[in-house]
């Protein structure tokens, strides 16, 4: 994979971030059928809250790009062999996980309306309200395009040559990882990376 050119590459056209509502950490889907089970008519809201204060995020990452990739999220639907994959997962041993019920749900789930203003301190204010079983999964959603956003914009400091050089570090780190990690009898590993990502083809490498 030319993870240097796919880079590089992000500054033509419109190249979503999320390509699919099943791109996301396997535990949300875990988390979404117990608040569709015993909660469904709960009302909730969140905001997204940058803690790292010195990076003025909405003087980093343009708000129409962030408005198109927020509102491209609300035009996924779930895709009938993604819910055949869902209905038919199994985890920790236990097969059929998710209800019929609850795939039905998904099957009709569109991810409802966001609002988003920038403030005075060069942050965004992201904030999702409604139905909690409706508005949980922008979590992660809203957190991945926001890291990836911020990724692309510093790809576009860079030149191709940079790029490659960067990811080719990238890759080198890794590896020394997996060497160290290699050692360590009966290693199990779980991932959540998703919402930090830096991109969706690097994730999965």
Do not use: C
């Not at 990452?61 to 198109?68: A, K, S």
């Not at 409802?112 to 965004?124: E, I, M, S, V």
């Amino acid at each position: 994979m030319d993870f240097a050119k796919r880079a590089h590459d992000h500054s033509f056209g419109f190249d979503p971030v999320v390509r699919s509502l099943l791109d996301m950490d396997f535990y949300k889907f875990l988390m979404l059928q117990f608040i569709y089970l015993l909660y469904p008519n709960v009302q909730a809201a969140f905001a997204l809250k940058n803690r790292t204060k010195k990076v003025r995020l909405a003087e980093v990452i343009d708000e129409g790009e962030l408005r198109r990739q927020l509102d491209h999220v609300r035009t996924l639907r779930f895709q009938s062999n993604e819910l055949i994959w869902l209905f038919g997962a199994s985890f920790a041993g236990q097969s059929q996980i998710f209800s019929k019920g609850f795939i039905d749900f998904l099957r009709t789930l569109k991810m409802p309306a966001y609002k988003l203003a920038r403030t005075d301190d060069g942050q965004y204010d992201l904030v999702f309200e409604g139905s909690w079983v409706e508005i949980t999964l922008w979590e992660i959603y809203a957190l991945v395009i926001i890291s990836e956003l911020k990724a692309r914009a510093g790809y576009r400091l860079r030149n191709k040559f940079e790029l490659d050089i960067l990811f080719a570090s990238a890759k080198v780190k890794l590896f020394r990882k997996l060497e160290r990690l290699s050692t360590l009898e009966g290693l199990a590993l779980s991932e959540f990376g998703t919402r930090r990502r830096a991109g969706f083809l690097w994730q999965e490498w």
